[in-house]
């Protein structure tokens, strides 16, 4: 049974989630079927601003979201959850639109699933794009060729080169997220080619998966020996989010037996980043962008 809610909504108090507020986090994600990924939450409450709602009949949240900040540019939200009980009651649109008022001018960007993406069109989000998520055991179904790329594991001297060329790609500087990531991630690769980063990519845990992300390339063939790589990493399953322009990787993630289960929509309110899409081919998460 669903428990009765203050009306207005507005009587719920918003308050900031902390490292304290982890295990309830993770909680209202597997609430939502979603994947505990307490690592994911860490990164996130650590890099970002973590807004919750307290559920007055038990001791979890009954609402959470979490913004990341890349400067007056552009803020990225995610993990806008709502727990079950309270779900299709005005809840996520309230915490929302004390999200958007709190970023003031700064434009937003968030990926939105199909079932989200009704209630951000009302609140003015315009859609960008789409990302495709596959998962599944990567299983090469070719060679991938001889090439003067090299991949291997990023070293502590590499942090510089990988902050810019994502800085270059991305559009906007990351450093409070990318300085996380040899902690966060599992595995962590770089190409290389004469002397020059020409990509990164990394595979962090997920339930029983483990999550591409980052991945940025060069070119397609980069992002795919990238991937190949740190398949060798690991006996869990994969699990990537590829922009859908990059039909080519998509066709090869599938020969190699992922299969697609969901897509989401690129949105964004207020503005946009300049992103080399072309070398841009996953992001760090949906919650980041």
């Known amino acids: 049974m669903p428990s009765s809610l203050p009306r207005p909504l507005s009587d719920l108090p918003i308050r900031r ?5 982890l295990v309830a986090c993770a909680d209202l994600s597997e609430d939502r079927g979603w994947p505990r990924d ?8 650590a890099a970002g601003t973590g ?3 307290d559920d007055p009949d038990s001791k979890g949240l009954m609402a959470s979201c979490v913004v990341l900040s890349y400067g007056p540019e552009m803020a990225a939200v995610g993990m806008l959850l709502v727990a079950g009980r309270h779900a299709r009651r005005g809840v996520g649109r309230y915490l929302m639109q004390r999200v958007i008022e709190s ?3 700064t434009p937003l960007s968030l990926h939105a699933t ?12 315009a859609p960008l794009g789409r990302t495709i998520r596959l998962s599944g055991a990567l299983r090469p179904p070719e060679a991938l060729g001889t090439s003067e790329t090299v991949i291997r594991s990023v070293s502590a001297h590499d942090l510089r080169a990988v902050v810019r060329l ?9 450093t409070h997220l ?3 990531l040899p902690t966060f991630a599992d595995h962590l690769r770089v190409a290389e080619e004469d002397g020059e980063l020409t990509g990164f990519a990394a595979l962090s845990p997920s339930g029983a998966n483990h999550a591409v992300g980052p991945l940025i390339a060069k070119d397609t063939s980069t992002a795919k020996r990238l991937v190949a790589s740190l398949a060798e990493a690991t006996d869990r399953p994969l699990r990537v989010d590829v922009d859908a322009r990059h039909e080519d990787l998509l066709d090869w993630l599938g020969r190699c037996g992922l299969r697609s289960d969901s897509e989401t929509t690129v949105m964004s309110l207020g503005g946009r980043r300049h992103t080399d899409w072309q070398r841009y081919f996953a992001p760090f998460s949906l919650a980041t962008g």
């Open 103 to 105: 970023a003031g001018d």
């Open 38 to 45: 307490e690592e994911r939450w860490t990164l996130l409450l």
């Open 178 to 180: 990318l300085t996380r």
């Open 17 to 21: 989630l902390t490292r304290d507020d």
């Open 114 to 125: 199909a079932s989200g993406r009704p209630l951000y069109e009302k609140l003015g989000f």
């Open 166 to 174: 994502d800085s270059l790609v991305f559009g906007l500087d990351r």
């Open 51 to 53: 807004y919750g709602i």
